[in-house]
């Protein structure tokens, strides 16, 4: 992991756990003296959120510590872990949200405040800009926790968006729809289970080095080829650790080459690699004899 993503990464989720702990305590409040349990687990769901990016932080920070005698391919798999304990917060979340949501619906109560809608379209806009924010600079880091983290503020900003059609409901309809909003609250706590498993499942693919990078292997081997004596390349493995990638490459050159010029090669190569695609972390060359 570069010292430049990792930096990012953390300037990042700093605006997330910032963001998130204002937000929680905008959405209790106005919950609680609105009226809106929708809001109020939507307090909830911050309120987890801040913590996951607590952890997110955690991880990042141990992730780009340096290869040593005992992880010579770095520490980047902490950040997949992180990611597993940040999805527990989640459904955690939405089993505390529907329990109380279910509850809520068996008991009659007042309607919500018309205000809380007010709120509701500044959270909305806020966090979808966040989600947009913190998710280009997952991509730009190649971060899994980072993406985890973006989709905190997406399903933040969706589960705003039950809540607020659902107390936009109970206001125009009145009398025997003053439970909308907790029904909003209820299908908002499955979106977020649902949500789990999109933010889990590329991180247990992380963890159990799945090669899905098309993209990354097309320029490699686009790379490769420009690199003098490397006639052609045959296998490519690539998997994902933290931030970084570790490469496996096999490359062929003319067999009739010493192996002092094959290993030259082969050192020009991961050279290439690792200038253009810095993103790159251990690159291992494997030398074929080739009789083109």
């Given at each position: 992991?570069?010292?430049?993503?990792?930096?990012?990464?953390?300037?990042?989720?700093?605006?997330?756990?910032?963001?998130?702990?204002?937000?929680?305590?905008?959405?209790?409040?106005?919950?609680?003296?609105?009226?809106?349990?929708?809001?109020?687990?939507?307090?909830i769901?911050?309120?987890?959120?801040?913590?996951?990016?607590?952890?997110?932080?955690?991880?990042?920070?141990?992730?780009?510590?340096p290869?040593?005698?005992?992880?010579?391919?770095?520490?980047?798999r902490?950040?997949?872990?992180?990611?597993?304990?940040?999805?527990?917060?989640?459904?955690?979340?939405a089993?505390?949200?529907?329990?109380?949501?279910i509850?809520?619906?068996?008991?009659?109560?007042?309607?919500?405040?018309?205000?809380?809608?007010?709120?509701?379209?500044?959270i909305?806009?806020?966090?979808?800009?966040?989600?947009?924010f913190?998710?280009?600079k997952?991509?730009?880091?190649?971060?899994?926790?980072?993406?985890?983290?973006?989709?905190?503020?997406?399903?933040?900003?969706i589960?705003?968006?039950?809540?607020?059609?659902?107390?936009?409901i109970?206001?125009?309809?009145?009398?025997?729809?003053?439970s909308?909003?907790?029904?909003?609250?209820?299908?908002?706590?499955g979106?977020?289970?649902?949500?789990?498993?999109?933010?889990?499942?590329?991180a247990?693919?992380?963890?159990?080095?799945?090669?899905?990078?098309?993209e990354l292997?097309?320029?490699?081997?686009?790379?490769s080829?420009?690199?003098?004596g490397?006639?052609a390349?045959e296998?490519?493995?690539?998997?994902?650790?933290?931030?970084t990638?570790?490469?496996?490459?096999?490359?062929?050159?003319?067999?009739?080459?010493?192996?002092?010029?094959?290993?030259?090669?082969?050192?020009?190569?991961?050279?290439?690699?690792?200038?253009?695609?810095?993103e790159?972390?251990n690159?291992?060359?494997?030398?074929e004899?080739?009789?083109?």
């Amino acid at each position: 992991m570069s010292q430049e993503h990792a930096h990012t990464a953390e300037k990042t989720t700093w605006f997330s756990i910032l963001g998130n702990l204002g937000l929680a305590a905008i959405k209790a409040l106005t919950g609680f003296f609105g009226n809106s349990f929708a809001l109020i687990a939507d307090a909830i769901e911050s309120a987890g959120d801040t913590c996951s990016s607590i952890l997110v932080l955690i991880g990042i920070r141990y992730a780009s510590k340096p290869p040593d005698a005992n992880h010579p391919y770095g520490h980047g798999r902490a950040e997949p872990l992180v990611t597993f304990i940040v999805v527990g917060f989640l459904i955690i979340s939405a089993v505390v949200i529907a329990v109380q949501s279910i509850e809520n619906i068996r008991t009659p109560h007042e309607a919500p405040q018309a205000y809380t809608l007010w709120i509701l379209a500044v959270i909305i806009i806020w966090k979808e800009a966040s989600y947009r924010f913190v998710i280009k600079k997952s991509k730009e880091t190649n971060s899994s926790s980072l993406k985890a983290d973006a989709w905190h503020h997406r399903s933040d900003a969706i589960t705003s968006v039950t809540a607020f059609i659902g107390i936009s409901i109970a206001l125009i309809f009145g009398e025997g729809y003053e439970s909308a909003d907790d029904w909003a609250a209820l299908f908002s706590s499955g979106f977020i289970i649902y949500n789990c498993y999109m933010i889990f499942r590329p991180a247990l693919g992380e963890i159990m080095d799945e090669s899905v990078y098309p993209e990354l292997e097309e320029l490699i081997r686009k790379i490769s080829l420009t690199v003098d004596g490397v006639v052609a390349t045959e296998k490519l493995f690539i998997r994902k650790t933290g931030m970084t990638f570790q490469v496996e490459l096999h490359a062929n050159v003319d067999g009739s080459k010493s192996v002092r010029e094959g290993h030259d090669i082969s050192h020009k190569l991961k050279d290439k690699l690792k200038e253009e695609i810095p993103e790159l972390g251990n690159v291992v060359i494997h030398i074929e004899p080739s009789d083109m």
